[in-house]
């Protein structure tokens, strides 16, 4: 197999010691067939046992190994060294999150935003047990299944300008996490989510960049879950305005 | 341990020059200052139409200026970005599912493209512009 | 939280972002020809007079000036405030006078053709 030296520049911070992050470069010989990750492992396990940064899975599923890489948020194990162009490969912490140390950063404010949203199937009515379950058809189960393919890896929230700017708005991620259970043939919770969803934080900071799907490893495509949601709840409002429903104000 | 999170700032003012994708993202935020001078100038026409003949051989004189002129061609150019990239984008807000499929947005997107065409051969067509 | 009123503009200004593209290009290209005195009967006054005396011609430019006005004024509001201006209540304030005194304006005229 084919090997390359490969300077990783990553940029440390040690709260003990370090006032603001710095960078320090390793130079790793990588096999062809490496990702990033690996690289970063090479570290670790040879150069230097004080790097922190998290990862679980090592194949795009468990969704905590991103990071930046040559400025773009991505998945550390779902870049290949090979497909990056020659020279060294810069590596930050994810950008808009707080660094906690080395490339651990805070994502308090992004698990809060997920569980703000109320994801998970709500009923106004419950159906008895004895009628049987609740089915669905395969056309119901595609109109939200792209969208249950969020690894929350919160890439997009990196990516994302608006996010970066407001740091209230919801973002791309925990929207269409609310759009995923909206779209559910087997949910009533629409009205509910919309307090959060069509708030000034929600939805209607989004200027439509796109940048979150640009980035994001799973093709979810947020930018179009919350576009479908502006459309929606701009029904929903002039609905209202009418008398015709649309829900609470 | 006590813990010491680091906040890097971003620059709220340069903060899309880092980024081509930013870049781009904010010259499509700016197609609409010439969106909005140019419909000034379509209602400044109109205003022109309704107090006669010689006010609006003045206005058709001020769009002959190559202020104007320049103005217009840049302006142009904004446009047909605007329409390409607005086009391209709205598969992403209306997804339309025939069946169990979701239609491919390229198919979508490229709807949009022909009737586009079509509309501007009309418009063109009944301002004369074939036969002028 | 409060459901936000922003549906009212972002309608338009969606509308306005459909519309233009739709018909800006083309009418930019009419505007530069008749620059250049490549004026066609239509686009002369008498032409352009019986266009706007239908009711169907004052629609058209109607909904053109209006959306299209609304459409810059909202999207300029979130270029402005990603340039770094942060005086957002008065960039609204200001750019939603603008397009609403345009519209009052437009329906004004075209009331006169
Ligand atoms: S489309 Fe909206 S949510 Fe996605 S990156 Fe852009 S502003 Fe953020
Ligand atoms: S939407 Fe995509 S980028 Fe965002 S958290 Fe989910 S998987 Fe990651
Ligand atoms: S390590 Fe699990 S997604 Fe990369």
Request: proline share 5%.
């Amino acid at each position: 197999m084919t090997q390359r030296t490969v300077e990783l520049s990553i940029l440390r911070y040690r709260p003990e010691e370090d006032d603001k992050p710095w960078f320090q470069t390793y130079q790793v010989p990588c096999d062809e067939d490496w990702v990033v990750l690996d690289a970063i492992n090479y570290v670790k396990d040879h150069l230097d046992g004080s790097l922190s940064y998290r990862w679980s899975c090592h194949m795009a599923v468990c969704g905590s190994c991103s990071m930046m890489i040559n400025g773009d948020p991505a998945l550390s194990c779902k870049t290949f060294i090979r497909d990056l162009p020659e020279g060294p490969v810069r590596i930050e912490p994810l950008a808009n999150f707080p660094i906690e140390r080395d490339l651990v950063v805070v994502m308090d404010d992004f698990m809060e935003k997920l569980q703000r949203v109320k994801p998970y199937l709500i009923r106004s009515t419950e159906k008895p047990l004895e009628e049987g379950q609740h089915l669905q058809s395969p056309a119901e189960l595609k109109k939200f299944k792209q969208y249950t393919l969020c690894i929350n890896c919160a890439c997009c929230y990196s990516a994302c300008p608006q996010y970066a700017l407001i740091p209230e708005f919801i973002g791309p991620a925990a929207l269409t996490l609310a759009h995923r259970y909206n779209q559910d043939s087997r949910d009533q919770g629409r009205d509910e989510r919309e307090d959060v969803v069509a708030s000034n934080e929600g939805i209607w900071d989004c200027s439509f960049a796109g940048a979150c799907s640009d980035v994001c490893p799973k093709h979810v495509d947020p930018a179009s879950a919350v576009q479908q949601m502006k459309i929606a709840s701009t029904v929903d409002w002039f609905m209202r305005r009418l008398g015709l429903g649309g829900g609470k104000s | 341990m006590s813990r010491k999170p680091y906040v890097r700032e971003i620059s709220h003012t340069t903060w899309y020059l880092a980024r081509r994708r930013d870049l781009l993202h904010m010259a499509q935020e700016v197609t609409s200052l010439f969106i909005g001078i140019y419909t000034i100038m379509l209602l400044w026409g109109v205003k022109a139409l309704s107090e006669g003949p010689g006010a609006y051989q003045v206005f058709l004189d001020a769009l002959g200026s190559p202020l104007v002129i320049a103005f217009n061609w840049i302006t142009f150019v904004i446009m047909l970005y605007h329409s390409i990239s607005w086009f391209s984008v709205t598969p992403k807000a209306m997804p339309v599912q025939i069946g169990e499929e979701f239609l491919p947005g390229g198919i979508i997107a490229a709807g949009h493209y022909i009737a586009w065409v079509v509309v501007s051969a009309v418009i063109y067509y009944l301002a004369g512009g074939f036969n002028g | 939280m409060a459901r936000s009123n922003k549906p009212m503009v972002w309608s338009l200004f969606a509308a306005g972002g459909t519309v233009a593209a739709f018909v800006m290009p083309v009418l930019m290209l009419l505007t530069i020809m008749a620059g250049y005195g490549q004026l066609t009967d239509s686009l002369g006054y008498e032409g352009m007079k019986s266009f706007a005396s239908g009711w169907m011609g004052k629609l058209f430019l109607l909904v053109v000036i209006v959306t299209c006005l609304w459409h810059a004024a909202h999207r300029a509001r979130t270029a402005l405030h990603g340039l770094g201006l942060r005086a957002d209540k008065a960039v609204a304030v200001i750019g939603y006078g603008i397009a609403s005194l345009g519209s009052l304006l437009a329906v004004f005229y075209l009331l006169r053709i």
